[in-house]
Structures are given as C-alpha cells and as structure tokens.
C-alpha cells in the first residue's frame, strides 16, 4: 500500500510531528514548513525531506497535514487544507471561537477527509493505562482528581501569545485545554465548572496567566486544575492524582510513570522501559492519525470530541465574567466580621 504522504505546517510544536511522522512506517514525510526558512532547512536536511515557507505551495503534494501554527491561523489554514481534500491532524485548539470551531468540523465530514486534534496526552502509555484502571473500576470508583501545570513561559509581551484575540483567551485555554479534555476523558463530561483566573505574575498576558478551575462530572467526581505561565520555581513531583474509593494513582510529572497506593503499600503500574523515549511523545498519536486515514475509523480526539473541552472553558469564561466584578468581604462590613 502506498504510503500515507505527509507534511508539518510549524515547527515548534510541530517538530514533533516530523520527527514521528519520520519514524512511521505508513508515513511519507514530504514537507516541513516554517516561516524561519533556516530552521526549516535544518529540520528537512536532518530529516531528508523538503522544505518551504509556505505551505500553500506544497499542499497539492501530499496526503495530509499537521497544522501547529497560532491559534488564530487555525481556522483559515484547516479550512484551506480540508477544501483541498487533505486529512488535517491539528494542534490544540480547534480555533478561537465556536462559530470556526463548527465550520472546521463540518467541512472534514462534507468532504470525507479524517480530522483530528493532536490532544498528545491521550495517547501516551502511561495515561492510556490510567484510563485502563479508572474505565475498569480496578481500585475502586474514581471520585477526585487534582491536575497541576505550573510552568513559566519567559515574558514575550506583543507576541500572539499576549494577545487575547489571537490566543483564544488566556493559559485555561491554550494549554489547559489539554488536561480539560484528558480529565473529561477519564472521569466523564462536566455538568457544572468554574473557574478564577489572575495576570499577576504574568501581566505581559492580555488574558489569565494562572487560573484554578473545578468541575463537577456526570458521575458525581470532582476535579480540580491549576493552570500557569508564571511559575518561575516550581515543584510538581506528579501531574495528575486520582483518587478511587480504594487507592490513590498518581501520575509523574513527566506523564511517563503511573503509581498506584493502597492497603498494599506503593507500587508502579507502568514505566518507560529501557531505551523508551519518556514524555511527551507524539509517536502514539501520530500513529492513530495514520491508522484513521488507512482505515476510514474515527479518531478518538474528533473534532466533536474536542469541543467538549473548549465549551467547558468557555463556560468558565463566562462565570469568571460574571463573577469579576463582586464586591468582596469588604463591602459586607459587620455581616462578615461578625459585628
């Protein structure tokens, strides 16, 4: 069978993409575009595949691509390269609003192509085998999870990540958006959110650079995430813990190993074995992607999959809108002090 013809639209995530894409042996890659045309170059000649600055040019000579370009690019280019027939395997988010959302969507059903959003976390080993332990009710029911991102990205103020407009709204949206849908995934869909989010400590943002947010799930679970971009020192020794009736299973902060602890002490339940990459890889993904294409299924992270995660957040949006503006405990005077 003729092998799958590729391209890589952006390499910065998107380097990622070409390197696995390099690796898949369904996979042809063709093409790797960034505006840098040096870093291109270099990518293609480690890679031994073309390059070019535009995309456009080269789109008539593959199968299908990965879109990693600024979020407001999403939905111009993904509708660009699904018009022209091509399977689209797109960076989170699907675009920056739901009206876009919806127009991606629909246009890869009305021309029969596979569109998929490259939610990585998904698809990594470690995190397929807590899914395996909660779906299985192997320790019990699950009732809580605790999510932690503290990271710092380095001040870039009138970068398109400083801007509302063209990020989607603040660090909830661009990267939260990746545990909202794994926690969606693993504990069911959300029936009530909120959300509070601060600039402070990142005020080169427009929107939030921390934000805490909870969710209330169909099962009854609770869930809790902490988003940031402006924890210059942080200490985060797991990502995500889950608490079932029986045990506790707590995944690393490299989303590589998961524990479980219960009446029987600590053990592991998976790790990278010896010479494995650990981390974020995006072999597993890609791989799905590829297999969607060759054989017509649907991808785990669709498009009607993906928009589970962004409506939560934009109901957050909207609470911490409405909420914005209360007047706090100073202005109960007596009722509050107790008086």
Request: charged share 20%.
């Amino acid at each position: 069978m003729r092998k799958i013809r590729t391209a890589v639209v952006g390499l910065n995530m998107g380097l990622q993409h070409a390197y696995a894409y390099d690796k898949a042996e369904r996979a042809d890659l063709r093409w790797v575009v960034d505006l840098d045309e040096n870093r291109a170059a270099q990518v293609a000649e480690e890679l031994g595949c073309g390059y070019a600055t535009d995309w456009t040019k080269i789109v008539d000579d593959v199968d299908a691509v990965s879109i990693c370009t600024p979020h407001h690019l999403h939905a111009p280019q993904s509708l660009q390269a699904i018009a022209a027939g091509k399977h689209v395997l797109l960076e989170k988010p699907i675009a920056n609003t739901l009206e876009d959302c919806w127009k991606i969507i629909h246009a890869a059903e009305d021309k029969g192509v596979t569109f998929m959003m490259a939610y990585i976390v998904r698809f990594l080993p470690a995190v397929q085998r807590l899914k395996e332990a909660i779906d299985r009710e192997e320790f019990g029911r699950a009732f809580n999870a605790n999510c932690w991102i503290e990271g710092y990205m380095p001040p870039a103020p009138g970068s398109w990540f400083s801007r509302k407009e063209q990020l989607g709204g603040g660090v909830l949206f661009s990267h939260g958006c990746h545990y909202i849908d794994l926690l969606i995934w693993l504990l069911g869909n959300t029936v009530n959110v909120a959300s509070l989010g601060t600039q402070l400590g990142t005020e080169w943002m427009e929107g939030e650079g921390t934000a805490h947010s909870v969710m209330k799930f169909e099962s009854g679970a609770l869930g809790y995430l902490e988003t940031s971009w402006g924890m210059k020192y942080a200490y985060r020794p797991d990502l995500l813990h889950v608490h079932t009736k029986d045990a506790l299973l707590m995944l690393d902060a490299s989303v590589s190993k998961l524990d479980v602890m219960d009446a029987s002490g600590r053990r592991t339940l998976i790790a990278p074995v010896e010479g494995e990459t650990a981390g974020f890889n995006t072999q597993g993904e890609i791989e799905h992607f590829l297999d969607c294409i060759e054989t017509g299924r649907t991808p785990d992270t669709d498009g009607y999959a993906a928009m589970k995660s962004h409506q939560a957040i934009w109901a957050m949006y909207e609470e911490q809108n409405r909420v914005q503006n209360y007047p706090g405990n100073s202005s109960l005077g007596s009722e509050v002090s107790g008086g």
